[in-house]
């Protein structure tokens, strides 16, 4: 679970923890237990910078106890931080797929021919690389995206036919991703840079 709030000031911070310590009780009265040691508190924007007197600053509490703020999370399998970049998600993935590709490597030794190679490369490498690639390749830089192109490379070369690439520009050119849409929850969150290219971190 991962409640997400939007908060401009004391008032909607005062709601947010009347929202938790609601949901609290209702794990309570469900006999659910919620370990407060394990909850991570993740968050974006101006609520990371300023004063640390600021009450937006200061640490979700949940029955007394503080919650650990992190700069970085796992959830759904992604890696999100506090700028939503995904870059360390993006490093998650290169590094994991650099490790699968010695099982390819070592099937090409055994003069295996592309037929059996490519499922082989489809469960072990491609499954990785296009994982919920929609909702993170399109924040990610040059760099990132040209290191992801490698290894996709890489197991071309192993395989002895080309592998496209093609996933990392189409998350650019989607003409009308979930955030952009007016009807989405999150369009009044998001406000475009000079550049007009890319967006700023969300209020909150």
């Known amino acids: 679970m991962a409640p997400v709030a939007c908060l ?13 310590n609601n949901l609290v009780k209702t794990f309570g009265e469900k006999s659910l237990e919620l370990h407060i040691t394990k909850t991570k508190e993740l968050c974006c924007g101006d609520r990371n910078k300023g ?22 999370f796992k959830y759904l399998g992604n890696e999100t931080d506090t700028r939503l970049s995904f870059t360390q998600h993006a490093h998650l993935i290169y590094e994991k797929v650099q490790q699968r590709l010695h099982l390819p490597r070592k099937l090409g030794t055994f003069n295996i021919s592309e037929d059996r190679l490519t499922p082989a490369q489809q469960s072990l490498i491609k499954s990785i690389l296009t994982f919920n690639i929609s909702s993170w390749c399109h924040s990610l830089t040059i760099k990132h995206k040209t290191k992801l192109c490698h290894v ?3 197991a071309s070369k192993i395989i002895g036919s080309p592998q496209t ?12 991703p979930d955030h952009r849409r007016p009807v989405s929850p999150l369009h009044h969150s998001f406000q475009r840079l000079l550049t007009d290219r890319k967006y700023k971190v969300p209020l909150t």
């Open 51 to 72: 004063a640390t007197t600021s009450p937006l600053s200061q640490p979700l509490s949940i029955q007394g106890q503080l919650v650990e703020r992190v700069h970085s």
């Open 8 to 20: 401009t000031g004391t008032d909607a911070l005062s709601e947010y923890q009347q929202a938790v």
């Open 165 to 176: 690439t093609k996933q990392y520009n189409r998350c650019e050119q989607e003409d009308n």
């Open 152 to 154: 996709t490379n890489q």
